[in-house]
């Protein structure tokens, strides 16, 4: 397991007391997915919405209670141990990308239960973010890596 994947274990184990089952997301859920050294830059993390809107403080705090620095409050990011976590809204994957979160699935490891995407469901995560005009001027090549990436793997047996 790498330092990140255990990075981000132990914030799901941290979010729990919350009740919020994570997601892990980007680069590193889909090198967990996929068992390919992907190089996430940072550990990105889908939660409920409601915990980076009304119920932001609450999280705030226990994230800060445990050693996790906020970096940028705009973008819900904090650092610990040199590792950065983002987190967003789980809920906006259905207008994004067209993901149900009935249909995400939820794995355990080590005891930490935490949502991944399918690679059908990184398909539409990439593609939809090769469309998104941020992401198209600063990681369009890298999304495009990881559209290709994926449908080998989907598509090459």
């Known amino acids: 397991m790498n330092s990140k994947t255990a990075a981000f274990l132990e914030n799901a184990r941290l ?3 919350l009740g919020i089952l994570p997601l892990m997301y980007g680069s590193l859920g889909l090198e967990y997915l996929t068992g390919k050294p992907l190089n996430a830059d940072d550990v990105d993390i889908l939660i409920p919405g409601v915990y980076v809107g009304e119920k932001w403080q609450a999280l705030k705090a ?15 990011e904090f650092e610990k141990d040199g590792v950065h976590f983002a987190y967003a809204c789980i809920e906006e994957l259905g207008s994004f990308a067209g993901i149900r979160l009935t249909d995400i699935a939820q794995r355990t490891d080590n005891g930490v239960p935490f949502q991944l995407l399918s690679l059908e469901q990184y398909l539409k995560v990439y593609t939809a973010s090769a469309k998104d005009g941020y992401r198209i001027n600063t990681r369009n090549k890298k ?10 793997l989907l598509y090459s047996s």
Do not use: P, V, W
């Open 62 to 76: 226990l994230l800060e209670k445990h050693g996790y620095t906020l970096i940028d409050e705009h973008e819900h």
């Open 15 to 17: 979010l729990r007391t």
């Open 143 to 152: 999304d495009h890596e990881k559209i290709r990436f994926i449908e080998s």
